[in-house]
């Protein structure tokens, strides 16, 4: 079900005269990381062209606008969901052109010290024309005294602190860059004699590109008439692999770091079955992120799965203010309970995370009111009671409801008969037991445990700024 919400998704491919049309393919694939715009910039080899608006990939592009977007080489975004049109002059790529020719940027993630960043170029005169934090690193690039592009983007990322999977657009080149921690994932492929970039594998599957490898944490890879170079410019340092793209965010078809979403959810599924087991009937899942980890959590506890809840997948924005007479609305549209599967019964509901409590309230009161005898809340992760930084919309910690009550109190809260959230250690080992072709990973798990991998910059500064401490 989803509460927090994915900041972005990134594509990229070199070399292809179909470019604009696999983007487009490879954005839709990519779709679940971002509804409120996408866009696409194709180079011809001359010059770039654009498209983007707001809204889904498939309303955005038709035939005449991809046709409107020649070239061999493109790069395309998809942009999360938020409320307001003022969005539109966040929406991505950005494409400039400067002093040494156009450069378009595709970003997932977020800085830690973009505001200070950004301070410090206006402060010398830099125009911002978005509020995005991309915007921070093109100024940078722009403002390097190195020659090549390469030695540019380099040069602006040492100053960048925290999470950045990027794709870069010139008219001869693609260049994808990962932050030296990987919290947002991004994988190379090929395509007959094109090389493609994605944030998730399941971007290749459709477009029946060849999984090559992951972009190692830390390493820019630059596609262009000379092949593919690689280069590790930002020095050896813990990898911080975001542990929530596999308990949510990812597509359960992606591999990340060489493991499949699904399994891995199953896994986790199993794990809070042999941590949490519940005397029940039925288990039941939040669909559809809780679907897989419902799979696992059923079978290891011998109980059978049910659909108990259906979701509609034709949810987009609602502009009908609620009456207080017809309550749950905004849940209710998007699921509803099957009351002959649910009533008498003892019923263990999964979900991934329970992030304000308010949607697993409004779950368990419908399960109640379709009959269920007991509501066992089980959540395939620990309690959510720090926000990400680095690049998922979570709302502040004072807003996430297991940053001031303990478990009973959440209990009581959502009004189940008991909860049990998945330990920690249960979430790594079923990490860590799931095939993959990797070893050795650190993962970033700051929405847990507050133990946050890169310095929070701007949140410092505004904290010492709250308390005095800091002038300017
Ligand atoms: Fe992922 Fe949580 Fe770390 Fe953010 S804080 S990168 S959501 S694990």
Redesign the pocket.
């Known amino acids: 079900m989803p509460k927090?919400k994915e900041e972005c998704g990134v594509f990229g491919i070199y070399n292809n005269l179909e470019a604009s049309n696999l983007t487009y393919l490879g954005l839709h694939a990519l779709q679940h990381r971002g509804q409120e715009s996408a866009g696409i910039v194709t180079s011809d080899g001359v010059n770039l062209h654009k498209h983007k608006d707001m809204g889904l990939v498939s309303d955005i592009f038709d035939e005449a606008t991809l046709s409107g977007l020649p070239g061999q080489h493109a790069i395309g975004h998809v942009r999360y969901s938020t409320t307001g049109s003022s969005q539109t002059k966040n929406m991505q790529p950005i494409v400039i052109n400067y002093f040494r020719g156009a450069l378009a940027i595709a970003h997932n993630g977020n800085l830690t010290n973009a505001k200070t960043l950004r301070d410090e170029l206006e402060g010398e005169g830099a125009i911002f024309q978005s509020t995005t934090d991309t915007e921070v690193i093109v100024h940078l690039i722009a403002k390097s005294k190195e020659e090549k592009l390469v030695r540019r983007i380099i040069e602006a990322l040492t100053r960048c602190k925290g999470?950045y999977s990027l794709m870069f657009l010139t008219p001869e080149s693609v260049i994808a860059v990962r932050d030296p921690y990987g919290?947002?994932p991004l994988v190379m492929g090929k395509l007959g004699d094109s090389v493609v970039f994605a944030s998730e594998t399941c971007a290749f599957d459709l477009i029946e590109a060849e999984y090559t490898r992951e972009v190692e944490p830390g390493e820019l890879i630059l596609v262009d008439k000379n092949g593919v170079q690689s280069f590790k410019p930002f020095g050896e340092t813990k990898h911080?692999?975001?542990?929530?793209?596999y308990i949510y965010?990812a597509r359960p078809d992606s591999f990340l770091t060489g493991r499949n979403v699904y399994q891995v959810r199953k896994e986790l599924g199993k794990q809070l079955a042999k941590e949490h087991p519940a005397d029940a009937d039925i288990v039941v899942a939040v669909p559809d992120s809780g679907v897989p980890s419902a799979m696992g959590f059923a079978e290891e506890a011998g109980l059978p799965l049910e659909m108990g809840l259906l979701r509609s997948h034709y949810v987009g924005r609602t502009f009908i203010q609620p009456q207080q007479s017809i309550r749950n609305f905004g849940v209710k549209l998007k699921l509803n309970a099957i009351k002959e599967v649910l009533e008498g019964k003892r019923v263990v509901i999964i979900d991934d995370s329970i992030v304000r409590g308010t949607t697993s309230r409004k779950i368990v009161k419908m399960i109640r009111s379709a009959g269920a005898k007991e509501v066992h809340m089980r959540i395939s992760s620990p309690p959510?009671k720090?926000?990400?930084?680095?690049?998922?919309d979570?709302p502040l910690k004072e807003e996430l409801i297991a940053n001031s009550l303990d478990v009973d109190e959440i209990r009581k809260y959502i009004t189940s008969d008991s909860l049990g959230y998945l330990s920690l250690e249960g979430v790594m080992k079923a990490v860590e037991d799931t095939k993959k072709l990797n070893g050795g990973e650190t993962?970033?798990?700051?929405?847990?445990t507050g133990k946050?991998?890169v310095e929070l910059t701007d949140q410092k500064k505004i904290k010492q700024k709250q308390l005095g401490l800091f002038g300017g």
Do not use: D, K, Q
Request: proline residues 4%; glycine residues 4%.
């Open positions: 927090l999470a919290f947002r911080a692999y975001c542990v929530f793209e965010f959510t720090f926000s990400c930084y680095y690049g998922i979570t993962f970033c798990n700051a929405c847990f946050y991998p």
